[in-house]
């Protein structure tokens, strides 16, 4: 008799890891599911990249991407996104940056205005639930 599957909480490790001195996980996977933990524009030197709310937010993507695929999964596997704004003004390039990065079906989405992130200089901040396509008979 096969034993039930138990999946494990298992943490997501990119290098650099910029989130580790802060004690956060980049993501975690959860059997079939990952879990990332917001993406803001920095490079990785850890500093927001230069050019405004667009390469911001070209940047958050990119090092949701890196994460994603840290995790086992990809853009293409985002169900869930949450997307935090410091101005609903961007709203059009938050639109424009979706259709860039992702494809029909196109994730759930929140956007959010808040009033601040974790920098005065970051404008943008995307965190996601994805799909982790596992191989056959696991």
Do not use: W
């Not at 802060?22 to 990249?49: C, K, P, T, W």
């Not at 090092?63 to 996104?81: P, T």
């Amino acid at each position: 008799m096969n034993e039930p599957y138990t999946p494990v909480l298992e943490r997501v490790i990119t290098r650099p890891d910029p989130y580790e001195p802060f004690l956060l996980s980049q993501g975690i996977r959860f059997g079939d599911l990952l879990f990332i933990s917001g993406q803001a524009g920095a490079g990785e030197n850890g500093r927001i990249v230069a050019g405004g709310f667009r390469a911001q937010g070209e940047q958050a993507f990119a090092n949701l991407r890196r994460a994603l695929q840290a995790g086992g999964s990809s853009l293409q596997d985002v169900i869930k996104v949450t997307i935090f704004v410091t101005d609903m003004a961007h709203f059009d390039d938050v639109v424009a940056l979706r259709r860039q990065f992702f494809s029909n079906p196109y994730p759930a989405d929140t956007i959010a205005q808040i009033q601040a992130l974790y920098t005065p200089e970051a404008m943008i901040e995307i965190e996601a639930i994805a799909a982790v396509r596992l191989p056959k008979g696991q």
